[in-house]
């Protein structure tokens, strides 16, 4: 589920049905009898102790990741490929295969809750295809554990002309809305794709066991009303999505992420194989099937709503099935005295704020930009996670379980027959999102006249956007202009089923030169709105609710480290070619020494890999590396491995540049892109240090997670000092610059804001070797910044003066303190001679790409202190 808040009812008008008074948490069970052992409220995530924002996973962002290097191997690319291609339309259905059986594994946390453990669904699948022509099973991809992900597709048999033309009419729907919504032929034999996702949350498994009962079900039913379903749909079922979370009972998958936040990112491999399921099946309906809310929570949510959605289509359709969905979970006769199981809650009609859609960083949210007009988190009631999981009694595990695989059970079914008798229109729906996209057409604001049927819309509900005529992304040179961050940004896009073209040729508009080579977005394409969510600046929203969710600003435009611009027209007369891939980068110039900007997280993986080679490079004043021509051949095999450029210098550089290795107690996202950076990383944590930790394996401490120093050992601290003698320290947000003061290297007061801003800021960089070509943005996430400078302590980056918050959340704390005004033009990095301190967020959930060279060159910077204090 996700993580909930507590939050006051926002200074608007009540909805016209009864609301409940906050968000959730005012649930309160009765307990009837000793059968039910003192049920509790069924939250996922419990608070933690002391003044944490309760939107953050806590357990996530608190403590030190210790992810092994094999998954985030993985999850960079070298993971196995998918055994089929999921998008293969030249075969029919059924497409069968034997499964090869996992080995057993009798710790697998599913078990003791009396569900499918993961080693059981490969011999279930291979049952479940064995009952018929219905049913076919294909492997999507695999965990960042290397596990497979089962992709179930049950739908009436089909030839392989009847697939083609079933991918015909897909394909028309998306590329040429305006004539599929004339097609008889979609209207009448068009299969509705459905895309029901189960445990993206690994501990919260029975989306899992409900989905396998409700395939063995549509397998084997004989009635009119299944055939008539699958002669007109297609099923999908993803039927985990995080195996190494259900096998390891945690949330997170083996990289330690949090899958139902990585969308907009895709940084892990689940994450890409859902999106993949996205654009190649294009779901009109998507359910997903989390825990433990109760009563059980169905979307659609509270505001503030994404503003770049066809909100009306959507919310037309979510709430029509949500109210399907709430009768049939309340049908199933749960009662709050009998088993603990409160009555079922839609936030959009029962709440006010508290549980939004604001970003597409969850799978309902992205999945509407593909088309998805009905989509659904779903959080099944009873909590048998976290602990309840350890402290409850197995019988009443397994109580619970049961009852939460009959309630999602209930939803999966429910949305069933509501495709089943809205197949038609839902695919209108679709083709219309397509058709406005295509056209450029206007957004059409919600109202009770716009979505007849869904009640207590207000103007608190309306959130739309103007989209520019087109983006560009430049070619040439400049600040922030970093070639290889153009190139993973247009291929970024191009996964997410955006359309790319380059200019042949060289144009001018609005008195604005771009080279040749620029690549141009035309925004009149159907997925417009994923377009603009991506790449726009986004929106201040502090004003409009007292708390978000999650993050609420992300821009791929500003943090990603590519030049984005808005086109007010399209460049006609000039040759726009559209592009499947973005355009290689790697060279090596044939002579003299070479110069590698490090600006972007692959040029640093190129320097680290020249480095562990023993290639002697030196660091430039302005932060680039200088490579020696001896070692052109090693660098062209870099600038091939990772894309990068290496151009002829005459600059020798200064000081010498050695192979870094980097001891981290930091979140998972953190550890992630120092391994994409190509750094040695070891994990440490409080509990490591206390142990006894080997000190000269490392170079420097990069901390953010984990590593309290008044709790080590005396041994430890000593061992740390002593390191701290002769290396640097590279700190982050208010952990790392508790651990600065506790040990004395920089004298800067850190000053925390408001624990739940997050967003994307504007910052003012010093042009030192640390910032130099740094972008003007950064991003934030519980921000902090520095005062009271001692002498030796140098401003490497400022918020920016006014108001620095460009996109996101940020109002002033209760106490009138902590808000973008306290921070403007407050220092938010600061480095001195043994440290350098970020208050803002480089390397948060491996998203903004662009600022992760501050970090890396920091760690350079540090590695080669000395004699620090």
């Known amino acids: 589920m996700r993580t909930r808040r507590t939050v006051p009812a926002r200074p608007v008008a009540a909805r016209p049905v009864p609301a409940r008074p906050v968000l959730i948490t005012a649930l309160a069970l009765t307990t009837a009898g000793s059968l039910l052992l003192t049920p509790q409220t069924a939250v996922a995530e419990p608070r933690p102790p002391g003044p944490s924002p309760v939107h953050r996973e806590a357990a996530l962002d608190r403590d030190a990741a210790r992810t092994p290097a094999s998954a985030a191997q993985r999850a960079l690319g070298t993971a196995e490929a998918p055994s089929e291609a999921i998008g293969d339309d030249s075969r029919g259905y059924p497409r069968r295969q034997v499964l090869t059986p996992d080995p057993e594994n009798p710790a697998d946390k599913s078990i003791k809750l009396g569900l499918t453990p993961y080693h059981a669904i490969a011999p279930k699948l291979n049952a479940l295809q064995a009952l018929g022509d219905r049913v076919s099973v294909e492997i999507a ?21 009847q697939a083609r033309t079933q991918a015909s009419m897909r394909e028309l729907i998306e ?61 999908y079922f993803n039927i985990t999505a995080n195996p190494d979370g259900r096998i390891a009972g945690t949330r997170a998958n083996a990289g330690g992420f949090d899958m139902n936040r990585d969308f907009v990112t895709a940084s892990q491999p689940e994450t890409r194989a859902m999106r993949q ?84 960083i969850f799978t309902p949210q992205y999945a509407a930009f593909h088309g998805t007009v009905a989509a659904h988190t779903v959080e099944i009631p009873m909590q048998v996670n976290n602990n309840a999981y350890n402290t409850l009694p197995q019988a009443e595990l397994r109580r619970r379980s049961a009852i939460n695989v009959d309630v999602a059970g209930a939803a999966l079914r429910a949305t069933l027959d509501f495709v089943q008798e809205r197949r038609t229109s839902l695919v209108a729906d679709q083709i219309e999102v397509f058709r406005r996209g295509a056209a450029g057409a206007a957004q059409v604001p919600v109202s009770e006249e716009t979505v007849p049927g869904v009640p207590g819309i207000g103007p608190e509900d309306v959130y739309t956007t103007t ?190 540049l050695h ?74 947000g208010a952990t790392g610059a508790a651990l600065n003061t506790a040990t004395g290297l920089l004298a800067a007061k850190p000053v925390e804001g408001n624990g739940d801003a997050n967003g994307v800021v504007r910052v003012v960089n010093s042009g030192s070797t640390l910032m130099s070509g740094a972008l003007g943005h950064g991003f934030v996430y519980a921000p902090v910044w520095f005062t009271d400078l001692g002498p030796g302590v140098r401003v490497e980056q400022a918020y920016a003066p006014g108001n620095p918050l460009v996109s996101g959340h940020w109002r002033a704390s209760a106490d009138g303190s902590g808000g973008p005004a306290d921070a403007a033009g407050r220092a938010s990095v600061v480095s001195g001679r043994g440290a350098v301190l970020f208050g803002t967020e480089p390397l948060f959930r491996d998203h903004p790409k662009g600022e992760f ?5 920091a760690l350079f910077g540090m590695a080669q202190a000395s004699g620090t204090r």
């Open 277 to 360: 399921i996205m654009v190649d099946k294009q779901p009109a309906v998507l359910l997903d099937l989390h825990g433990y809310v109760n009563g059980t929570l169905i979307e659609p949510t509270t505001p503030p709503h994404g503003e770049n959605y066809e909100y009306d289509l959507f919310l037309k359709n979510t709430y029509a099935n949500a109210l399907r969905m709430e009768a049939a979970v309340n049908g199933l006769g749960y009662t709050p005295q009998k088993d603990g199981v409160q009555p079922a809650q839609i936030p959009f009609r029962d709440q006010e704020e508290g549980w939004d859609d604001w970003p597409p």
């Open 659 to 732: 192979r870094t290795r980097v001891a981290a107690a930091v979140t998972a996202g953190e550890l992630f892109a120092l391994r994409e950076m190509n750094f040695e990383v070891t994990p440490v944590s409080t509990d490591v240090l206390n142990a006894g930790f080997d000190w000269s394996s490392v170079d420097v401490l990069f901390v953010s997670a984990g590593l309290d120093y008044g709790d080590l050992t005396a041994p430890a601290r000593t061992a740390l000092d002593a390191f701290l003698d002769g290396h640097g320290l590279v700190g982050r």
């Open 141 to 161: 991809g695999r965990s960042a554990g290397g596990h497979r992900l089962y992709l179930v597709t049950v739908t009436a048999p089909e030839t392989a002309r």
């Open 467 to 656: 989209f520019p005529r087109a983006y560009v992304i430049p070619a040439g040179t400049g600040a922030q202009r970093s070639a290889p961050a153009a190139a993973r940004l247009v291929d970024h896009l191009l996964a997410n089923d955006v359309r790319v073209t380059r200019a042949a040729h060289s144009f001018r508009l609005e008195g604005r030169p771009y080279a040749k080579g620029s690549y141009v977005v035309d925004m009149r394409q159907p997925k417009r709105g994923l377009v603009n969510a991506l790449l726009a600046d986004g929106r201040d929203i502090s004003a409009e609710v007292s708390a978000m969710y999650d993050i609420s600003g992300w821009s791929l435009g500003r943090l990603w480290g590519a030049a984005v611009e808005t086109l007010p027209r399209m460049p006609y007369g000039t040759a726009l070619r559209p592009v499947r891939a973005a355009a290689p980068v790697a060279y090596a110039a044939p002579r003299g020494d070479l110069r590698l900007r490090l600006d972007d997280p692959n040029e640093v993986a190129a320097l680290n890999a020249l480095l562990r080679q023993g290639i002697e490079a030196r660091r430039a004043a302005d932060g680039s590396a200088i490579v020696p021509g001896s070692a052109r051949r090693q660098a062209l095999e870099a600038a091939r491995a990772y894309d990068v450029a290496f151009h002829s210098t005459k600059l020798t550089g200064t000081a010498p």
């Open 853 to 857: 060279a501050q970090v890396g060159r």
């Open 175 to 235: 590329n040429a809305p305006a004539l599929a919504a004339k097609s008889r032929e979609i209207k009448e034999s068009y299969k509705a794709p459905v895309f029901l996702n189960s445990n993206i949350h690994g501990n919260e498994w029975e989306g899992t066991d409900a989905s396998l009962k409700l395939v063995e079900r549509l397998a084997t039913a004989t009635d009119a009303r299944t055939r008539d379903l699958l002669s007109h749909s297609r099923l």
